[in-house]
């Protein structure tokens, strides 16, 4: 191989290795992949003045990511504090583990049907081997529903996902981290307290289980996935 070719090769896998996950959709205020540790956006503070601020449709919308890591749990969130500096953040979904290098994205991730009308910030956090993650994108919260915006919302081949519980990321979904600090390092414990039975459509709780929370290998698509959706009023699946 020549010299050139190898050194490129070298490079692009460099890239690779040192790059956390990039918010694709909707469009981040900001990305240093130096600073991406840093809550609660990754170092940056939303500006609605100069930010490409995004409709975000509050009965669903996409949220595409695309992780860089072979493996990764992500936490959905959103707030109406423009400047994201305070601990009012609403979890909008359920923890999903994404186990696959690549693109992954969610078509209907819903907010409060009262936040229609005014503007916020949506904040994706990932719980990634490297520790916790963090992007945000400023919107617009319109009402109704998106539909699927097929240039943005894709997911890499091979990529597979699965509900569970993270003791890392479970303070960021009550709202208690602080702003400008990084709050973890390390992996996440992906621990599943809440087992869902994919034939009668109803979860049944394991010992010292969590309402709302679902764990285990949950195939995208199937029913259990979607009846543990439906308690956050979202779809979840995969395209």
Known sequence: MAPLASAALLLAASAVVNAHFTLDYPATIGFNDDKEG??????????????????????????AINLLHPQGTWLYR??????????????????????????FCQPAIAVPE?????????????????????QCAAVNFVAGAATTNQSTCTNSTGVTASFV??????????????AGSSTASGTGSGTATQT???????????????PGR???????GSAAAVVVAAMFGSAFMLL
């Open 38 to 63: 840093t809550g609660p956006c990754g170092s940056f503070t939303p500006d609605f003045s100069n930010d490409n601020v995004t409709d975000f449709h509050v009965g669903g919308d996409n949220v």
């Open 78 to 103: 959103g707030t109406l504090d423009q400047t994201a500096s305070s601990n009012n953040w609403t979890q909008l979904f359920p923890e999903v583990m994404q186990t696959g290098l690549g693109k």
């Open 114 to 134: 009262s936040w229609a009308g005014q503007k916020g910030v949506i904040g994706v956090v990932v719980d990634a081997p490297d520790g916790l993650l963090y």
């Open 165 to 178: 519980t993270d003791a890392n990321l479970a303070p960021l979904a009550a709202g208690n981290d602080t």
């Open 196 to 210: 869902a039975s994919t034939t009668s459509g109803t979860s049944s709780s394991t010992k010292n289980s969590a």
């Open 214 to 220: 679902v764990g285990g290998s949950v195939p995208l």
